[in-house]
């Protein structure tokens, strides 16, 4: 913002009667700004209310919100702080939520980033991405290598809606080539919100942490109940059938889990297959 040209003061030295005005509209906002400190709605301690939040006694706050926008020029270390980091996280719900409003049916495909490009998981991601872009879904991954790489890849080049979901990392890896919509987020927490949101069902590749954090993030709301008619299928029975097994054996067994929490997913290593159990509740 340009003070100087108005002056320091904020009024305007070459027009009299619009500085006299300026000057009263400051006295009126500090008479109120004062009145509001002081004696609110018949109270005896002074309050304000800054949108939600009302802060009393030698909790208010000097002057208000637009003065401490405006008029600050101070230290930044408020940068750095929650209350900021609340507004990034904000913009990026905003953006998430903007631009994919309007993607359509999808089915998010998860797996290793590790994935080699010649391996045969990374084949069986490229024909689930393609055979989601035939079956009219789009495709949602992490937008990283490996398996995500593949289902990009198969959705992209099927001519289907091929979109990436990053994640800020410490070691910058960017968007695979096949993303076509491409978002990247500095929370998990967001992305994993836009992964479940804008998706009728996953499909699991196998991975390794990453992918295990997003799995039992589905299993658990489709556990909880926080969504519904929400297929999961893990691609690769000799992969999953350990972890399926120590589920069976040790959680239901040990009381952890309930018998029919195992009904939550499904495995398979067919990818017709896989692509039509992710979609059935979609197209039921
Ligand atoms: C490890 C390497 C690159 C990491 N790059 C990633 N980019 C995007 N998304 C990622 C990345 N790494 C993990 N993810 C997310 O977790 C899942 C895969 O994790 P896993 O531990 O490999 O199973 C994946 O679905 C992403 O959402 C260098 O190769």
Redesign the pocket.
Known sequence: MDKGASGESGGNAEDPGRERGWREAQEAAAAANEAAESIPYGHSWPERHTGPVVRRRGQVQAGTTDQRLLDSQGPTDWLHGDPWRVMRIQSEFVEGFGALAELGPAISV?????TPVDSPEYLAAVRIGRALAGAGYAVI????????EGANKGACEAGGASVG???E?P?E?GLNPYVDVGINFRYFFV?KTM?VKYAQGFIVLP????????LFEALTLVQTKKVTRFPIVLFGTAYWRGLVDWMRDTLVAEGKASRHDLELFHLTDDVDEAVKLATKEADA
Do not use: H, V, Y
């Open positions: 998860f797996g290793s980033a590790r991954t992490g937008g990283g290598p490996g398996a995500m979901l990053g994640i990392l070691f890896q992305r992964f991975g390794g942490f990453g992918t295990l954090d997003e």
